[in-house]
């Protein structure tokens, strides 16, 4: 997962110390800099990299209708296969709002 967010870095840093996330203190749960982008393609990357040690395959992913991760879930699920093909669904909420 990519995660910005830090409550004790916020915390901290509300009480006027100087904190620099992420890992910039104990117990830091921020892996992004606040001002990196968030990436959909790296997210699926990653899960794909998690999926492929675990040697488990992935046929379907649901995602919404910008959403790259399924792409990223396959490049990474290729290690195990070749030839594998991870077929992205779309949300059924995105796509009836999408519709409508």
Not at 32 to 45: H, Q
Not at 88 to 100: G, I
């Amino acid at each position: 997962m990519q995660n910005k967010l830090c409550w004790t870095g916020a915390c901290l840093k509300g009480k006027g110390l100087s904190v620099d996330c992420p890992g910039g203190h104990e117990g830091c749960t921020a892996n992004l800099l606040a001002e990196a982008p968030l990436s959909e393609l790296d997210m699926g990357r990653n899960l794909g990299k998690e999926f492929a040690l675990l040697d488990v395959l992935v046929k379907c992913v649901t995602t919404d209708g910008d959403g790259r991760s399924a792409e990223g879930i396959e490049e990474s699920l290729k290690t195990l296969h070749p030839m594998w093909k991870v077929e992205r669904l779309a949300d059924p909420t995105h796509l009836a709002a999408s519709q409508f």
